[in-house]
């Protein structure tokens, strides 16, 4: 899918691939018959190539003008002259051969021919500059898409992935492949968590998850170390207390945390907080922010 919607950037609308198909068969048409005569009459190779550089290229090359001139799409426009351009090439080449041999070699030599007739060939290379300069942004653009595309694929199909197995699928280093992650998460594009230090994206279903499964490992023994609970789910002990205080900002986790013994206690604390007392030191408890009391004892931290 990634590579797909990249090659239909460039792919001609309806119409200007017909155009493109004319072009190729008309051009291929008149080679072939440039081709025969060469075969059948070996004196008449000069007419062949006569055919091609007169004939065939310049009508292939005329059609793949128009074509471009009615697409729309920028990439596109920059595969269709591209093709102009090579023609005109292919075409100017073979001139400089048929007049090398209709003509005193000496007098003429193909190097010579070539460099002279070779400033024609800036006409379209400064119009495929144009074109590739102004299809540029929308590349940029298509390119992001596919791999945010491929991003959001990935993520649904795994849930965990690895920056690794991205940056493989996309072609990016680590640090491009956050920079997007975190913008296309900043944009409201992608519900995903990235967690950088372990180096791996969680969707919004995998992180909403693992929070469950925390909360309940925490009610289910009342008092869980950190540590276990971090191994459990396969992830830092930051990320821990990143959700411990998500659980708790939500009201849903209700109980006390030890930070300096590691562990989270999960009970009712509401009579001790009426009473202002901490339910590990018994000291006493002062709220430090939404949801949030704090002892000024120990430092444990009170979630009603």
Not at 73 to 102: D, Y
Request: net charge positive; charged share 15%.
């Amino acid at each position: 899918m990634f590579w797909k919607r990249l090659l239909s950037f460039f792919a001609p609308s309806p119409g200007a691939l017909t155009l493109l198909w004319a072009a190729l068969v008309i051009s291929l048409i008149l080679s072939a018959t440039a081709v025969a005569i060469a075969v059948d009459q070996a004196q008449l190779m000069n007419s062949s190539l006569a055919i091609l550089s007169f004939c065939a290229l310049p009508a292939g090359g005329g059609l793949l003008a128009i074509a471009t001139f009615i697409e729309r799409k920028p990439g596109a426009r920059v595969f269709l002259w591209s093709g102009v351009s090579l023609m005109m090439a292919t075409a100017i080449g073979i001139f400089a051969l048929f007049e090398t041999t209709t003509s005193d070699v000496e007098a003429s030599p193909l190097p010579v021919l070539l460099c002279a007739c070779g400033p024609i060939l800036l006409i379209p290379a400064g119009i495929l500059l144009f074109l590739a300069i102004r299809a540029y942004p929308a590349f940029r653009q298509t390119l992001r898409a596919a791999r945010a595309q491929r991003i959001f694929e990935m993520i649904q199909a795994r849930s965990e992935v690895r920056l690794a197995a991205l940056c493989a699928e996309l072609s990016l280093d680590v640090p491009q492949t956050q920079k997007l992650i975190r913008a296309l998460i900043a944009d409201g594009e992608l519900m995903a968590y990235l967690d950088e230090e372990n180096q791996l994206i969680y969707s919004a279903a995998a992180l909403g998850e693992k929070q469950r499964r925390l909360l309940a490992m925490v009610k289910a023994k009342g008092r869980a170390q950190i540590d276990e609970l971090a191994a459990e789910l396969k992830v830092r002990r930051e990320l821990v207390r990143q959700w411990t205080y998500a659980l708790a900002g939500r009201r849903q986790l209700h109980g006390f945390v030890d930070w300096a013994g590691g562990s989270i206690y999960s009970q009712d604390v509401e009579k001790l907080i009426a009473q202002n007392q901490c339910p590990h030191c018994g000291g006493r408890l002062e709220v430090a922010g939404k949801g949030l009391i704090q002892c000024q004892h120990c430092g444990v931290e009170v979630f009603q």
